[in-house]
C-alpha cells in the first residue's frame, strides 16, 4: 500500500514494477489450463489406444498399414498434448518463482533502506 491506500499494483510510475498479485493471478491461470488439458487428456488417452483403435475401425484394422497410422497419430497427438501441459506447468512455477524472488529482493531492499541488515 501506498500512503494514500492506494494497492502498489494499481500505482502507475515512469519506473518498472513488478505486480505480485497479477503474476501469481497468471501463475494459477497457466496451471490451471494444464490441469484441464490433462484431464482432457486423460479422456482422450483411452479412447485412442491401440485396442480402441482396433475395436472402433472395423474392417479398417484389416491394414496394419493403417492401424499403424492412426496409432501413431495418437501416440504423436498425446505427446505433444504432454509436452503442452508441462510447458504450461513450468510457465506457471516461473511465474510464481519470479513474483517470490522479486518479493524477497524488494522486502531486501526496504530493510537495507530502513538501516536493517539483511
Do not use: C
Amino acid at each position: 500500500m501506498s500512503r494514500d491506500n492506494t494497492k502498489r499494483e494499481d500505482l502507475v510510475s515512469d519506473g518498472f514494477y513488478i505486480g505480485h498479485s497479477a503474476l501469481e493471478r497468471l501463475s494459477g491461470a497457466f496451471k490451471k489450463e494444464a490441469d484441464e488439458l490433462g484431464e482432457q487428456l486423460a479422456k482422450f488417452k483411452p479412447k485412442t489406444d491401440s485396442e480402441a483403435i482396433h475395436d472402433g475401425f472395423g474392417f479398417l484394422t484389416e491394414s496394419e498399414e493403417v492401424t499403424t497410422a492412426y496409432i501413431d497419430l495418437a501416440d504423436h497427438m498425446t505427446k505433444a498434448i504432454q509436452g503442452l501441459q508441462d510447458h504450461l506447468y513450468d510457465m506457471a512455477g516461473n511465474l510464481s518463482d519470479n513474483s517470490h524472488n522479486t518479493g524477497a529482493a524488494e522486502r531486501a531492499l526496504e530493510d537495507q533502506f530502513k538501516g536493517k541488515s539483511a
